[in-house]
């Protein structure tokens, strides 16, 4: 008897001490496990290693138009300008501004103030993926056609400098910004349909013609203003007399630069908001 006594307990070890270690073992997998999903991505990611700053375009699906025209610019503040056109049903561009958010793994942004439209994109190497209203990938037949392309440079034509109102930032190296007595900031629009420039310098109204060339080359014509009379007029006058020296002009990342020849910017401008 004393003997089975003995044999009883080290039976019951045996079984009992495989199992805890298992037990263990499982509990420090499951911990990994957790620990693995919880855990922010860390090396390149497309957020620290892509250059994806710039402007994406394409024709994206729609269930009631022919497409939807949409272009997104991504700046390195992280700011961003959206201009969505639905296609053979309403020829004006939708145009929405704001700020965007990464996600902890750095491949994914969501443009901030949209609700009623997918607002998810994945960052691919000179694209942009969306995704469904839920924030996951779209699947089926048109998958591939969920994809805005970045746009070379050299591609930036017309299409961008028009039918945007462009707001002065700086003009000869300095900063511009709206005084106490202007009624709002300078800007300038370059009409597509009638190849007219108009804007407001500060005091008065401006208007012209303007001809876009091969190479970014742009020629204003015939400039006129109202003649208004304001406090502090200098700003006007320097400006109005500098957009006459301009001869072309460059867009990076949503900011137009008019220049003369290969001279420093003489006049600089972001969409307005």
Do not use: H
């Not at 630069?257 to 003489?266: I, Q, T």
């Amino acid at each position: 008897m004393k003997y089975k006594l003995i044999l009883i307990p080290t039976v019951l070890l045996s079984l009992l001490i495989p199992n805890y270690f298992l037990s263990n073992s499982l509990k420090a997998q499951n911990s990994e496990d957790i620990m693995e999903s919880v855990t922010p991505a860390i090396g390149d990611t497309s957020q620290n290693s892509l250059d994806w700053n710039g402007v994406y375009e394409g024709i994206l699906p729609c269930a009631s138009c022919e497409g939807i025209k949409t272009t997104i610019i991504l700046n390195q503040d992280l700011t961003f300008v959206q201009q969505v056109q639905y296609l053979g049903i309403d020829e004006r561009t939708w145009e929405t501004k704001g700020t965007f958010q990464w996600n902890e793994a750095g491949n994914r942004i969501t443009l901030q103030g949209i609700e009623q439209a997918p607002n998810q994109f994945i960052v691919g190497e000179n694209r942009l993926i969306q995704l469904d209203m839920n924030g996951d990938r779209i699947s089926g037949d048109l998958a591939d056609k969920y994809i805005l392309n970045k746009v070379a440079q050299a591609s930036m034509t017309e299409d961008f400098l028009t039918d945007v109102r462009w707001q002065l930032t700086e003009m000869m190296g300095k900063p511009v910004t709206k005084s106490e007595n202007q009624r709002e900031p300078i800007f300038l629009i370059f009409n597509s349909e009638e190849n007219r420039v108009n804007g407001f310098a500060g005091c008065n109204n401006f208007m012209g013609g303007f001809e876009l060339k091969e190479g970014n080359r742009l020629t204003l014509k015939q400039m006129a203003s109202t003649m208004m009379a304001c406090e502090n007029m200098e700003t006007e006058i320097s400006f109005l007399r500098t957009l006459e020296q301009v001869d072309n002009y460059t867009i990076k990342d949503g900011v137009l630069s008019l220049n003369k020849a290969k001279m420093s910017p003489l006049l600089v401008f972001t969409m307005a908001q």
